[in-house]
């Protein structure tokens, strides 16, 4: 086995694993302190995808694009919250499924009203458009290397802004008891508003920047969402480093085994056999891990301290 | 009232298909096979979900075991019906055990992601396989093939599928009036009290996921054999999504409440996309204010009830 292209498909399991985690840890918050089930999580993305390409399109630059696409994604999101999301947090959860399933397919039909039924293509600066030599003679797009090392940055930008400042304090304190919260004089409407519109941002970063490689398409949040909710379930609901350690381990298995699995199969099987059913498993590794780790842990790795 | 509607909606299509076919529009006749086949699977549906409150986000998953129980033999122009049907419901029973008896030591929305995810592992793993075909599907060229009943004609075609919808309803109508059924139901209202009863529910939660997976899977079969195409895209999780509405719509937990929602759904379908190509955004929205202010559905609307 080459061991260039096992660091490279190391790399690419990487930036999977912080693309993750940019959905799961909105994902995961939202759950944590509203008790809210998203399934439009995807949405934003999606939404984020489409604001980035038309602003890259408009100023010419894609960096001036992403900054100015980030606030408006929050306020796609804060306008959610208020309009649909906050009438439900009392209901039950079928309630939030179905509501936001609602919001998908609205979602769906405006950004082919606004942008028509084909993808957007984001043209990359020259700057971010090259390959890298990294050491041990490893060349790697420069562009994946930007979203590693951003996705990083934001994971550490997301933990000292929950564990270091007041909003984060204040988000802290609405999750553990958002009554007592209140009653200690949090506005806990506008907390919940906030909390939504920072998982819309960091929904619409992570399809900002996926967008130059995929493009971005109709539908392109609902079949990672799926994968985002395996992350927040294996690293336990409302758990931002289990998001973290979930999001990394399932992006590196997932890379992995869809590149490596067959290989590994030879070993113990024909040839051919090794090639028909590599794909199939690959597919469903990370939801037999998933099962693997609920059948010991129901609550996940990192379980949220009990109430 | 809503017994009423029911069976009147029975009466209708019961009679329905000649009479389209009388009046020169084998069109409905399509359509109503269709619903009466979508009609059976949220049936099966909301024995766990009206019944059990068991939030089953991955009830589509059945419907494509059922259809590639056909599609499969099909492919090695094995055309026997019965050995079809056994498939079906054999490998919808044995796949609905083995991730239920997981998805079932979770709670709430735990559970929902779950299910989904493991509906999603199905899809993932059809797709991967390129001998049926993978993301194109498969065309079934001959129908099952039964004993003096000829599936090719449309209109037997019919039929077989509105027996299996009365089967479905007969079944899950008995098994909620039993006293089986009440333990599902008591376990929905108040865990801990079944527990303190001395019920080990578990083992009745896991029967009823599983006999509701079972069922879906003969639907999914006639489902497959209407269409004579079958692919993932049958179980994508918005398919999934749309059962859930379905069964929401009409009331959960009414016996008619699925049949009625089917019906519904189907009919805003056809009225809507006839109408304009954005059909998804009305039907989204309607979806958002059903939640919001009809949460009986339209059996709760004919019972007077509301919100």
Sequence with gaps: MDAGLVAAQLLNGLQLGVLLFLLASGLTLIFGIMDFVNLAHGSLYMVGAYFCATLTDVTGSFLLAVALALPATALVGAAVELLVVRRLYRRDHLDHV??????????????????????????????????????????????RLLIIGAGLAVAAGLYVLVVRTRLGMRIRAGASNPAMAGALGIDIGLLFTLVFALGAVMAGLAGMMIAPITEASIGMGNEIIITAFVVVIVGGIGSIRGAFVAALLIGLIDTMGRSFLDMGLKLVMSVQAAETSAPALSAMLIYILMAAVLAFRPQGLFPPKAR | MNRTVGWLLLAALAAGPPLALAAGQPFYVDILTRLVCLAAAATSLNLILGHGGMISFGHAA??????????????????????????????????????????????????????????????????????????????????????????????????????????????????????????????????????????????????????????????????????????????????????IFMVVLGGTGALFGPLMGAAAFLLLEELLSGWTIYWQLPFGLLLILVVLFARGGLAGLLEGRRG
């Design chain 1, 98 to 143: 179905l509501a936001t399933f609602g919001l998908i397919l609205c979602f769906d039909t405006l950004v082919q009203m606004i942008w028509g039924p084909e993808g957007m293509a984001i043209r990359l600066p020259a700057w971010a458009d090259g390959q890298q030599h990294l050491p041990g003679g490893l060349v790697f797009p420069t562009y």
């Design chain 2, 62 to 243: 059945y419907i494509g075991i059922g259809a590639y129980a056909v599609g499969i033999p099909a492919y090695y122009e094995i055309y026997d019906g019965w050995l079809h049907i056994l498939l079906a419901v054999a490998f919808s029973a044995l796949f609905a055990l083995a991730t239920g008896a997981i998805a079932l030591r979770t709670r709430g929305v735990y559970f929902i992601m779950i299910t989904m995810a493991f509906a999603q592992m199905v899809f993932f793993a059809v797709v991967s396989i390129e001998e049926y075909g993978g993301d194109d599907g498969l065309v079934i060229d001959i129908r099952s093939e039964f004993p003096l009943i000829d599936l090719e004609d449309g209109l037997t075609l019919y039929y077989a599928c509105f027996a299996v919808l009365l089967g479905t309803l007969y079944l899950v109508h008995r098994v909620a009036r039993s006293r089986f059924g009440m333990v599902i139901e008591g376990a929905k209202g108040n865990e801990r009290r079944m527990a303190a009863l001395g019920f080990a529910f578990y083992r009745h939660r896991l029967a009823a996921y599983t006999l509701a997976g079972a069922l879906c899977g003969l639907s999914g079969a006639m489902l497959g054999n209407f269409t004579n195409f079958i692919s993932p895209e049958m179980m994508d999780w918005t398919r999934s999504g749309e059962l």
